[in-house]
């Protein structure tokens, strides 16, 4: 199986700041890398698919990049609704894993 | 407009067999396109995919727990079922289910992402 590590754990920052969340896969998984929002008694919503690619209605501030083994999430801007436990999440193959998450906290 | 929606038991006793439900709507489990996935959250813990069906009936688990889970659908309910045999404490979680999309780009690449997701529905293992 392949494991994914995100880092860090938690994150402390404030509205305004731009913040970068790093995601590692164990193999080499191309661009099949996926991003979630999470917030505590909510859905999980899909950020970005692909390593980089907009799910529609995602604001532009969040982008993703990377590929092979390493990823980033970046938010540029930080807004008071973008406090929440990010999740990425390999698609290259079954089964999907996610990583321990990075939780984003209100400095 | 596409919606997910889990039910099942909200407290299961060690030892015993879980079934939970996926009712979807919007979209059709017989589209080649989707598939619809299972996973869980244990309190404080993060989420943990457990399993998936795809229009074409392929199958897949999570290596731990594939002993212990089946995932079946029925297509003219637009139902999704997991079954989880012999549960402990452990699997006590929030389940969701979500869709899976698929985006076919060339050469030959599928990307899938879980979009949209169920609300969740809370399982609780205790005596």
């Known amino acids: 199986d392949i494991q994914m590590t995100q880092s860090p754990s938690s994150l402390s920052a404030s509205e305004g700041d731009r913040v970068t969340l790093t995601c590692r896969a164990s193999q080499s998984i191309g661009t099949y890398l996926n991003w979630y929002q999470h917030k505590p008694g909510k859905a999980p919503k899909v950020l970005i698919y692909?390593?980089?690619s907009f799910q529609r209605g995602v604001p532009p501030r969040f982008t993703g990049s990377g590929s092979g083994t390493h990823f980033t999430l970046t938010i540029s801007g930080l807004q008071p609704e973008d406090f929440a436990t990010y999740y990425c999440?390999?698609?290259?193959?079954?089964?999907?894993?996610f990583g321990q998450g990075t939780k984003l906290e209100n400095k | 407009q596409v919606t997910l929606k889990e039910s099942g038991p909200v407290v299961v006793k060690p030892t015993e067999t879980l079934t939970l439900t996926c009712t979807v709507s919007?979209?059709?489990?017989?589209?080649?396109?989707?598939?619809v996935s299972w996973i869980r959250q244990p309190p404080g813990k993060a989420l943990e995919w457990l399993a998936h069906i795809f229009s074409d009936d392929e199958k897949s688990y999570s290596s731990p727990l594939e002993s212990r889970l089946t995932i079946s659908k029925d297509t003219s309910k637009s139902q999704v079922v997991l079954i989880m045999t012999n549960v402990n404490p452990l699997d006590t979680a929030t389940y969701y289910c979500?869709?899976?999309?698929?985006?076919?780009?060339?050469?030959?690449?599928?990307?899938?992402?879980?979009?949209?997701w169920g609300q969740g529905t809370p399982v609780t293992v205790s005596s």
């Open positions: 692909a390593a980089s």
């Open positions: 919007g979209f059709s489990l017989s589209n080649p396109r989707m598939g």
């Open positions: 979500a869709r899976i999309r698929q985006e076919f780009r060339v050469p030959a690449a599928v990307y899938k992402y879980f979009d949209p």
């Open positions: 999440q390999q698609s290259h193959s079954a089964p999907y894993t």
